[in-house]
């Protein structure tokens, strides 16, 4: 059998290591953090300060994929959810009088936005309120960052548009 030349070799090595990346490569977790979303004073302001207990509606994680070409997302709700409960926690104002409130979040439904090459992403937001009553709005986003940002973005719209909501509302003044 026949010796491949050292640089024969290289350039085979180097193909193969291209090709890997390519394939590989376009494959990606997306990541949220909530110490990137922060929801403005004035978005919670005409809110009573109540205890509200915030509890994720997943119970275990799940990997959902999708394509945004030429990249494959890799979505986990519950993560994306435990995003959205600690940026909402730290912009509600603590404490107070009143009953305590539980509010069941749930992200789920990562989509993008319109159709390719449409930029943006959208996911939908539900709230689930302790009395029964349950909201559900939508955020889109879109990051030249990248796939993290985008979704952060998106999560951002949907508390804000959940502060909004009118039954999320009527259940906190309750």
Known sequence: MKRLSPKLAAARAA????????VFGCTTT??????NLKIEPGAVSHLPARNVTLVNGHASETQLKFSTPPHTLIVEPKQMTDTAIEALRRALPPGGKGAPKRIVLRVHSPRQAGPYPTPGLLITL???YGDGTRSQVFGQGYSARGADRSFEAALLQALNKLLGDARFVAYMKR
């Open 126 to 128: 539900d709230a689930d």
């Open 15 to 22: 193909v193969v290591a291209c090709t890997v990346a390519l």
């Open 30 to 35: 997306v990541r949220t953090d909530p110490a």
